[in-house]
């Protein structure tokens, strides 16, 4: 098996069939990415389509001295938010989330519940800008850093830090109000 620097270095000289091996590692990982972005599939998979089409476009810019996957992460945040800038992106239902526990059993009740704080959660993340929803997927879900998070983003610690703040607040009072 080959490593993304080798099949970078395959795509760049000539071999077009290789970029196939970049998406089959990574497409699972840029949809679901976006799809917390958008909470829906069909925008989600466009966003996803767009952003290894300017991955392949933009491949030659990609470091052979770097890790594949935080430069696509990056060139990926960048499309997907210039994506939800240009109001292209269409609010999508809540996803029904199925509540998952390592090797905890839930009775009925508990799963009910469960259930009904996840949607709670995913319909107030929906409702925040997309900046505020990137930035809280970025450091909850994907598990970044705030320095990691700052490059993503390209802005400064500080402004990680106090939009992180905003984000969580505003969550925070979303979910409130949702009780």
């Known amino acids: 098996m080959l490593t993304d620097n080798q099949v970078t270095e ?28 958008v909470w829906s599939r069909e925008e989600a998979e466009d966003m996803t389509q767009e952003v290894f089409l300017r991955t392949y476009q933009n491949l030659s810019k990609f470091s052979q001295e770097a ?14 938010l210039t994506h939800l800038k240009r109001g292209a992106w ?22 009910a519940l469960k259930k009904e704080r996840t949607v709670k959660l995913l319909a107030s993340l929906a409702e925040l800008e997309p900046l505020h ?15 990691q998070i700052a490059t993503e983003l390209e802005c400064s610690l500080g402004t990680v830090m106090s939009r992180l703040n905003r984000a969580r607040t ?10």
Request: proline residues 2%; aromatic residues 10%.
């Open 10 to 37: 395959l795509v760049l000289k000539g071999e077009k069939d290789a970029f196939a091996a970049i998406i089959r590692r990574y497409h699972k990982r840029i949809f679901q990415l976006a799809y917390r972005l």
């Open 67 to 80: 890790e594949f996957y935080p430069w696509l992460r990056s060139l990926a945040l960048n499309s997907m």
């Open 90 to 111: 269409r609010r999508g239902e809540v996803p029904y989330l199925e509540a998952v526990h390592s090797g905890q059993q839930l009775n009925a009740e508990q799963l």
């Open 133 to 147: 929803r990137t930035i809280l997927t970025l450091r909850a879900i994907e598990g970044l850093s705030y320095e």
């Open 170 to 179: 505003m969550l925070k009072d979303k979910l409130k109000r949702s009780q």
